[in-house]
Structures are given as C-alpha cells and as structure tokens.
C-alpha cells in the first residue's frame, strides 16, 4: 500500500473516532482552483487525462458489482452524503467488461466499490489490473468489498493489487460506509491537489529556463557592447580630432532619451489607467492625475499614505495575503480589486501590480496600474440578474405546464373512458352513437392541442425524447394514403401518392413522432388547398454498404415531400411558419389552428438528424420535405390491412395464476379524484373484475393490507402519500413484492415513464385512458387472457332477419356515396331515411356506424348484399 493509501487509512481511524450518529459532513476544506474552471491532470506519458471541472455539482462514485441489491444498498447509505458541499452521484456496473466502458466515459470518477467475484472468481482484481495498468489511473481510490473473502484474502489483495481499502459485504454499515467514503474522497481531492501542484511546478520551471536562457543572451549582448566601448575609447584615444564630433553626438543623444523620458511622463500624466507607485512598505510615493479622478482623492492626499486608504472591507484578509505573498516573490499580480471612493461610493478596478527591479534585479518599489471597470461589472451584474429573472419565470412555466397537464388531463380522463365504455352499448340510437363519437373527437382533438403544447414546452425545457423501435414503412404510409385520400375526396380535390424509390420493409426510428410530422404536413396541405391536387412522395437513398447484399439493416435516408396547389406562403412569412403560435393565412380566413404544428414537427425532424425545408409561391402554392437518415431492411414482410379492434368482454386467468385457488381476481384503484377511481370501477366490475378503491397513498396501504390484491391502479400525484411514495412502500413488503402495480398520471411533464418504474411499478400509463391499452397492459403484466366479442365479417354476410332495408334506389344512392368516399353525404343521407321510415333504424344504424369508422369496403359490401338476387 503505497503512502496514499497509508494516508487513507490514517483518515479512516481519524473518523472512526467521531460521533457514532455522524452521517453526513460536508467538508470546506478542501483546494480551490481559482480563475480557472477547468484543470487537466496528465503525466506526459499518459493514455488518460483526468479533467478536474470546479464547476462539476457531484462527486462520481462508481459501484461495481453483479448484485443489484449492493448497488441500492450502496446508494441508499450514501444518498445524502456531501463533501465540500457537493453531493455524490452514481454510476453503476454489474460487470467487469461494463465497468471498463464505464470507466473510460468517466475517467473523473473519484471513488470506485468493487466486488472480487462476478463473471468469474477475479474479475473485480483484473480490473484493478486494468484501471492501473491500462489505464494508468492512479487517482480513483478503489474500495474492494466482497462476500467470499476465501476467493480473495484480504493480506494478499492488499499485497499484491494496487487498491486503497479492502471492506466485507458484511461491514456494510452507515457509518462505516461513510468513514470509508470520506476517507477516499479525502485522498482523492489530496492527489488532484498534488497532481495540480506538479503540473505548476513543471510549467514554472520550463518558465524559468526560458527567462535564464533570455539573461545568457542579455549578458552576452552586454559584453559585445563592453568591448564595443572600449573599441570606441581607443579611437578617441588614437583620434582626437573626432572628439568634438563625437561630443555632439553624445548631446543629440541625450536630448533624444530626455524627449523619451518626456514622452513618457506625458503618457503617465494623459493616461486613463490609474498608475501607483509605492515603497516596498506600502507608502504611495507617485500617483497620476487619473487617481484623483477615478479614487477622488488628490495627489498631496495620497503620497505618504498607504493604499489602505482604498479599502472597501469587502475582500477577506486571505485575498491581500495571496496579493502581498505574490508581489513578495517577485511576481506579478492581476486580478479584480472593490475598492472606495473618497465619497464613500464602491468601484470596480481591474488590477495589475508588479514590483520595480533595479540593475541587480531586486524590487525596490512597487508599481499598480488599474483599470476602471465599474460599468462592466455592473454590465454583468444585470446580466445576471436578467439571467436569474428569465431561469425564474422558465421555472414558472415549467410549473404552470405541469399543473395545466394534470388539471386537463384529469376531466379528460373521465370524457374519453366513458365515451369508450358508452361506445360498447349495443342499445344505442344511431343520434346517441353519434353524440358519443362527437365528445370523443371533440376530447381527442382537445388532448391533441394539449400534447402540442406539452411536446414544444419538453423540447425547449430539453426534456423530449425520441423512442427508437423497428415498424413497418409500408403499413404507415397506407395510413397516410388512406386516411389523406379520404379526405381530399371528400374536399374535392386529388391526392396522389408517389413512390419515387422501391421502398424498406421495415424502417429503425420513432414510428409516434414520424407519424405526428406527416399527419402535420399532409394535414396543412390538404387544409390550405381549395382546388387541384395534394402530392405525396417518398423516395429511399441506400448508403453503399458490404452488408446490404442479401437484404438485411442497412443504413440509408429516407426522403418525404408533400406539394400542394394550394395559398402558398409569402416569402417574407417563410421563416414564422417555424414559430410557436404563429399563422400566416389570410386575415378572413376559415382556417383554424394552433400554429405548433410546423414548429413540433421542425423539432422533431432535426432530432432525428434531418430538416424540414419548404419553398412556397403566394396563390401558386407549397413544396415541404425533409430527409432523414434511419436503419432499414427490403426482407419479405407481410402486412395486413388493419381490422377494427375487438370489444373486449371478459377475461380468464391463466393456468399458473389459477394455483392461488383465488374465485375473485381483485383490483385496488387508488386515485384522489373520485370520477377517475368510478371510471376505471365501472370498467372493470362488468368484465368479472372484483374493483375496490383507495383514495391516497395511505389509505391504499391499509386497503393492500387487509384486502392482498391481485393488481394496484395506482396514481402518481395524490395528497397525504403519493403514488410513487406508496409503491415503494409495498415493495418493501414480501406479501407485495409481486404484485403487479400499474402507474397512471395526468402530470405527463414531471413524471416519466422511468419514475414510475425505478419505483417499482410494472407499467406506466398517462391519463387520459386508452381504455383497450389499459386492459392490455393488465392482461400482460397479470397473465390473464382476455375474451373477446366475436368480430362480424367483412365480407357480405347474409342480411340479419331483423333488418329491412330501404327501396333499391335509395340503397344504390347510399352505394354511389360510398364509392365517391363522401362519408358526410352517407350519414346525411341515412339520417333523412329514417327520419321519413323509422323501421329502418337498424339499417340507417349500421350505416352510420360503418361510415363513422371509415370502413368504406365494408359499407360497400353491407350495402350490396342488399342489391344481389336472393
């Protein structure tokens, strides 16, 4: 154990005789790298350089160890540890390959808790190998702590291997996991400080070889001169006749260096800067006119006195012990100095002071020149203050958003479950369908304007994340073509789909956010064009790869255009259409808005490593695109045309669940607002669910405890005991540990996904509820099967005997209709059919119902079928 290691266990006994109960310390006492936010430690020969950032608000601590369990026991007796006021932060590996990678991310890590035994019996020691060898890492101090103490006694560890303590898994404690994490960041801080010493201590040697090989030539250009002298008195000696000349010379001379030293007693005298100079006592010997303007006091006030007379009391005694050590040892000193005017105001000045030499290079005065800087730092303090109003009102914002999220989104939940429960109700009228389908889009298109708001707030506060996952091309261009085809018809206008390129089956990107881009443009397009046509391209640019020969992941980009015959935009409004909440259409335009939609989508797609580009022509019309890079491959895939969801009507518990010889699969809801809580109740009860409820984090506990349920609803933000508090809770108990835990949150922008299940639970949701999402993420995470309603044909089924269709003429006008695609004409036209002939209600139902959902092939057939001979 070399002497740093020596110096860590002094340490560790020092401590260990402290308070038992001491927990946290935070120690001031540590090195300050002044002026310099950055200070890189390296020997020249060095693989690795570790940079030592006086900015950085955490200690690293890296846990290495293949047990889970070590890490959370680990980070839970040092959560609230902090050293010379900063706290730890975390980095974990279960593994001695992912330990290497760790640490080559992270070469600044301080303190490094090692396990002997995890691939095999000496991974954690040819890691220590590794650290020290390879690379060369002397300044992590590195704890081993291991259960199996035969695989790696402690003697011949601390013998053999370059390690700073060696700890049982057993000696885990509180206070000795602090002694010894103090003890290690002690001598980590003492080796940057010392490493920081050596690398000034080199550099002002290389300095002051510098200025001795300066005074070798000084002195040798001195002695040419000598000689040069003595040349020169020989010639006098030999020509006197060249004395007067020589006399006149020497006077020119001289009144050339008194025109000099003029010169400079009128640069000293005009300057702006105020000039000082002093005795090596302190007394002021010399000030320039610029002292009594900047300081106010006159000369024959300052000479004799000592700069003392400046002092504003605001720098600590150490600052003028530094200053005056520096000047001592012959060096100059700059730095900024508050200093106070004669009137009593305070002023800013930069400062230098260097010290007078004379011939022989010792000081014999001291000479300040100082610059008023007093509006630059008054400049700076408003910027600062202006920086501190706008991160005060960013925070503002930030929780004005969450609060709006919640508060939103939790009327929202209650709208769109029941639209979705009331929707299930075969004893509906086709008006009532109708209303309900209504409050649905009405509280979708809500929920769209919200998410807007919410995913340009996140990409601003730099808290949008994009979810990379594989999907088929092919099936999300149908959407686009299908569902944009529709709609055009329906406007009058044409929308033709190119395929520039044959095109990747299946495509690596964030399918949600790609689709959001295209819904935005193709959704303008089809808005801002009144006649003509709307164009659809997308074309594939393979890169040249070695791999790409037998179809599989390739990269390559993707390009995507939609043109328009459309408004057009002005070129002077091109760049505000990327602007939140701007709109550039016409003032008496029908057209609504939010104006986030170009913005979003301008985000998104420079996320994914491209950009949204447009040209546009005023009354001619508009060309957007954008082409990004993505992982594809042209395998065989086959894709069917999605179907209408099933209704879902019951479950089954599966065989392995089925053991618990349970008759009621229970659920606890635990939500504070009632509606939310009878929403999910009402859901469930009707599918054999036995629901009960908890309105607080508390109450579900006791709840938990008396009733064991098979599965917790839980919500994230709650008075009393939140949800994430609550989970946690649970988990810590064995009879829960299993229990399948659900999150739901109406506050999607401060919780994440990762909250909720760092917590412990098994899922999480965000409000409003998909209410088929929510059964599926039960039926997964519960091992249940959910039975669903037997889904009727899409081809044509024979009539069902309760329904009489209209005359054949106003059948094949209700077809015409469906051809054309105009859904509007359809409901309308079966809404008059059974205001005249209200026997026809389950036919006109059906009707409305199919032209509702789009199922165009489907309203065809159901109609034809009417038409075919019997």
Request: hydrophobic share 40%.
């Amino acid at each position: 154990m070399n002497n740093n290691d020596k110096s860590t266990s002094a340490n560790e006994n020092e401590l260990a005789d402290e308070d038992d109960d001491l927990i946290l310390a935070d120690e001031n006492d540590g090195p300050t790298l002044a002026n310099d936010d950055n200070l890189t430690l390296a020997n020249e020969n060095d693989n690795q350089q570790v940079v030592v950032n006086s900015a950085v608000t955490a200690w690293k601590v890296m846990i290495v160890d293949d047990e889970a369990e070590i890490h959370q026991v680990i980070q839970l007796l040092l959560g609230q540890f902090v050293f010379q006021g900063k706290p730890l932060t975390f980095l974990s590996g279960y593994s001695g390959e992912q330990a290497k990678s760790l640490l080559k991310a992270h070469p600044d890590t301080a303190l490094l808790f090692l396990d002997v035994v995890m691939e095999d019996n000496h991974s954690g020691l040819q890691l220590v190998k590794y650290i020290r060898g390879t690379l060369r890492n002397s300044l992590v101090r590195i704890i081993i702590h291991t259960g199996q103490s035969g695989e790696a006694p402690e003697e011949a560890v601390i013998k053999d291997y370059d390690i700073n303590d060696y700890k049982l898994k057993s000696e885990m404690t509180q206070r000795k996991m602090f002694v010894t994490t103090m003890a290690g960041l002690r001598a980590y801080r003492d080796l940057i400080t010392l490493e920081a010493s050596q690398v000034a201590l080199k550099h002002k040697n290389v300095q002051l070889q510098e200025e001795s090989t300066e005074r070798l030539q000084a002195e040798h250009e001195l002695r040419k001169h000598r000689v040069h002298l003595e040349e020169l008195v020989a010639e006098r000696t030999e020509e006197l006749a060249k004395v007067n000349v020589r006399l006149q010379q020497y006077i020119i001379n001289r009144k050339q260096v008194e025109e000099e030293l003029r010169k400079f007693a009128r640069a000293v005298e005009q300057s702006a800067n105020v000039i000082v100079i002093t005795s090596l006592s302190g007394t002021i010997e010399f000030v320039n006119p610029a002292f009594s303007m900047i300081t106010g006091y006159s000369s024959a006030e300052a000479i004799g006195n000592n700069p003392r007379l400046l002092s504003s009391g605001k720098h600590s005694p150490e600052f003028y012990k530094t200053l005056w050590a520096t000047l001592g040892s012959g060096k100059v000193w700059q730095g900024e100095l508050l200093n106070k005017h004669k009137n009593g105001g305070l002023y800013w000045v930069l400062a230098t002071l260097s010290p007078i030499k004379d011939k022989a290079g010792k000081p014999t005065h001291y000479l300040a020149i100082e610059e008023d800087i007093t509006e630059r730092k008054q400049a700076e303090d408003d910027l600062r203050k202006s920086k501190e109003l706008a991160e005060s009102a960013n925070r503002a914002k930030t929780a004005f958003l969450a609060n709006m999220s919640h508060e939103l989104r939790t009327p929202l939940n209650g709208i769109l479950g029941y639209t979705q429960i009331l929707n299930l109700d075969k004893g509906l009228t086709v008006q009532q369908t109708e209303g309900i389908q209504i409050i649905h889009r009405c509280g979708e298109h809500l929920l769209m304007l919200i998410n807007d708001i919410l995913d340009l707030s996140k990409i601003e506060a730099g808290k949008f994340e994009l979810i990379q996952a594989e999907f088929m091309l092919p099936v999300l261009l149908k959407d686009m073509v299908d569902l944009f085809g529709i709609r055009a018809e329906q406007k009058g206008i044409e929308f033709v789909y190119e395929a520039l390129s044959e095109l990747p089956n299946a495509v690596y990107a964030d399918e949600k956010r790609l689709r959001q881009v295209l819904l935005n443009l193709l959704s303008n397009a089809i808005k801002f064009t009144h006649q003509g046509q709307v164009t659809f391209k997308v074309q594939h640019t393979p890169t040249p790869s070695v791999d790409d020969s037998d179809g599989e992941e390739t990269q390559g980009a993707i390009r995507f255009e939609v043109e328009d015959s459309g408004e057009g935009i002005a070129a002077e409004h091109l760049a505000a259409i990327f602007l939140p909440f701007q709109q550039v259409s016409k003032p008496n335009s029908q057209i609504e808005g939010t104006g986030l939609g170009l913005p979003i989508s301008k985000k998104i797609v420079e996320m994914m490593g491209g950009q949204l580009l447009v040209q546009s022509t005023l009354g001619i019309g508009s060309h957007f695109w954008f082409e990004i890079p993505l992982y594809s491959s042209f395998q065989a895939a086959s894709h069917e045309s999605p179907t209408p969801k099933p209704v879902i009507i019951g479950f089954n518990v599966k065989e392995d669940r089925e053991k618990e010889n349970r008759e009621d699969f229970i659920i606890l809801v635990v939500d504070d607002k009632w509606e939310n809580r009878v929403l999910l109740t009402n859901l469930l009860i009707p599918l054999g669910f036995k629901a009960l409820e908890a309105e607080n984090g508390q109450d579900a506990l006791t709840k938990a405890d008396e009733f064991q349920p098979d599965a917790i609803i839980m919500d994230l933000k709650m008075p009393v005991m939140d949800g994430l508090e609550c989970t946690r809770h649970l988990r810590q108990d064995s009879r829960f540990q299993k229990t399948v835990i659900i999150a739901l949150s109406a506050n999607v922008f401060d919780y994440q996904p990762q909250d909720g299940l760092e917590a412990g639970c098994n899922a999480f949701l965000t409000k409003p509820i998909d209410l088929d999402i929510f059964l599926q993420e039960l039926a997964t995470h519960c091992s249940l099967s959910l039975i669903y309603e037997t889904p009727k044909s899409e081809t044509s089924p024979a009539p069902p005997a309760d329904i009489i269709p209209p005359p054949v003429e106003q059948i094949e006008a209700l077809l015409n209709l469906a051809k054309m695609g105009d859904v509007d004409a359809v409901i309308e036209e079966a809404e008059v059919l059974l205001k005249s002939e209200p026997h026809l209600q389950p036919f006109t139902q059906e009707v409305c119902q199919l032209a509702h959902d789009f199922r165009l092939k489907k309203l065809k057939n159901f109609l034809e079928q009417y038409l075919s001979p019997t």
